[in-house]
């Protein structure tokens, strides 16, 4: 309270209550931001769990194959270049997992959950015109990656080539 009992809050802010609206608003949305980033740690952290465990157990039956293996093989392979598939393997696995997870399962029920709104309340036609040109999307997405994959796989080798030297 200032002088006299009067508080300083209308002289900072004026008699419009419109002021106190964008400082509000900045602070929701740190909040937002915040309780974002904290869902996706404690996600992460959840899943971590899950996904090492997988990885650890593909990771140790490679291992044991190879070193089940004559040693004509170790002879004649480059062991970087297989240390080097082993390890792209294994982040291949906790991409694919955490992308399953994460991405492709939520999506499709989304995805039915979203025409099957559209097919009740705006009749069946608009539920088959959105199950096509998402059809339509995932073929193209297809193509496009089928395409890039051919890069990729270049990339892949090279750097399979590069490390087993």
Known sequence: ???????????????????????????????????????????NMVFAKVTQGAIRRVSTEVFSHLHSLDLAFHLT???????????????????????MVFNVVPTIF?????????TIQCGPMLGVLTLGTLAGYMAFTFVVTSWRTSFRKAMNKAESDASGR
């Open 1 to 43: 309270m200032g002088p006299e009992g009067v508080s300083p809050l209308p002289l900072l802010l004026g008699n419009s209550p419109w002021l106190l609206g964008p400082g509000a608003l900045v602070l929701a949305f740190g909040a937002a931001k915040a309780g974002t980033a904290l869902c996706n740690e404690g996600r």
């Open 77 to 99: 392979r480059h062991t970087g270049a297989v240390a080097r598939v082993i390890d792209r393997g294994t982040r291949g696995i906790n991409f694919l997992l955490s992308a």
């Open 110 to 118: 989304e995805i039915a959950v979203v025409t099957t709104i559209l």
